[in-house]
């Protein structure tokens, strides 16, 4: 027997309830690789799937959680064998596919990644999903072009998970990173993890008047979309790219092909789900080698498998800071 959070759906009423049960091995989904689950996060999709309409589950009963780390403790699969330490993210488990919130997990051999040198399975799941695309979206401005000593990187919902990562990294990396938050309570957190300035959210909520402004950054990780991508892409500099990982502020953009025609700006998409294994490899390692691993302590907030249908609500209401890391043993 072993711990899992379930969520269940009414038959009747339509409506979803999670809690605290006890399962089986029986009971987990068919695949090759079984592993013992040592640590999970709270995302924002996450919250959708605890909360009481659903979200995103495929199928009820459901175990969420869009990630893990743990290890291997049964595989079918030459790959992998009972010890080796594994982290996952991505692949809809959690969504279409039981996920992280359980003490055990069976996946997919090819959902896997060797866990790297440098991190333990808490130290992993501390980066997780948002820590992940965050190393993704930096990767990816470096392959266009982003440099240190270039000007600042701005990077916004600065506070939550994506973005707090992404503070650190860039930091570390030599970049002034300009950090976005509606919280001014967060600046000596943001200062923290390497910010060298703060900016007012209000700044850039603002309806965009003019296509084209001041040239500000040299660079941009945007956890927040919607509205305020939109301002952003009339202030990049010349040749400059925004890699857009977040829908938090919608998915619609309110911009037109200026800043593109104009100004030559990129704006590159980052998907955390199926990225191909060569790529997560190389993201797990920089993560290893690139994030500072005293800044990961000032981003945790520890749970339990009992606090995630209150940690769930909150993330859906822009309540938490940093990343939520949850004990499957705790």
């Known amino acids: 027997m072993f711990k ?3 969520v269940e759906k009414d038959a009747e009423s339509g409506k979803t309830s999670a809690g605290v049960k006890e ?4 009971d987990l989904p068919e695949a090759e690789v079984t592993v013992a689950v040592e640590y999970s996060t709270v995302n924002y999709k996450d919250g959708l799937c ?8 495929r199928s009820y009963p459901h175990v969420p959680g869009i990630d893990f780390a743990g290890t291997v403790e049964a595989s079918d699969d030459a790959r992998y064998k009972p010890g080796d330490r594994v982290v996952l993210t991505g692949w809809r488990v959690g969504e279409a596919h039981w996920g992280g919130y359980a003490q055990k ?7 896997l990644v060797p866990l790297p040198e440098g991190l333990d399975t808490r130290a992993a799941m501390a980066v997780g999903t948002a820590g992940f695309t965050a190393m993704l979206a930096v990767m990816a401005l470096e392959d266009h072009g982003l440099k240190p000593g270039h000007g600042e990187v701005l990077v916004t919902g600065a506070a939550g998970g994506v973005g707090s990562v992404a503070t650190a990294i860039l930091a570390h990396l030599g970049h002034e990173v300009a950090a976005v938050t509606g919280r001014p309570e967060q600046e000596g957190y943001l200062r923290g993890l390497g910010a060298s300035r703060i900016v007012p959210r209000e700044e850039l909520a603002e309806t965009v008047k003019r296509p084209l402004e001041s040239e500000n950054w040299t660079g941009c990780v945007d956890a927040v979309g919607g509205a305020m ?3 952003v892409l009339g202030q990049m500099k010349y040749g400059a790219s925004v890699a857009a990982v977040g829908l938090a ?6 911009a037109t092909v200026i800043p593109f025609l104009l100004r030559g700006v990129n704006l590159l998409g980052i998907d955390s789900v199926m990225q191909p294994y060569a790529n997560r490899v190389r993201a797990w390692e920089r993560i290893a080698r690139d994030l500072p691993m005293d800044k990961l302590e000032a981003m945790i907030t520890p749970a339990t498998l009992e606090d995630l249908p209150r940690l769930g609500a909150d993330i859906l209401k822009g309540q938490v800071k940093g990343r939520v890391v949850v004990d499957l043993n705790g």
């Not at 605890?50 to 589950?57: A, C, D, K, N």
Request: glycine share 22%.
């Open 50 to 57: 605890i909360g009481p309409g659903g979200g995103l589950v």
């Open 229 to 231: 991508l939109a301002r």
């Open 249 to 254: 502020g919608g998915a619609g953009l309110p």
């Open 4 to 6: 899992a959070l379930v």
């Open 23 to 26: 399962l089986t091995l029986a």
């Open 105 to 111: 997990a069976r996946v997919r051999a090819d959902w």
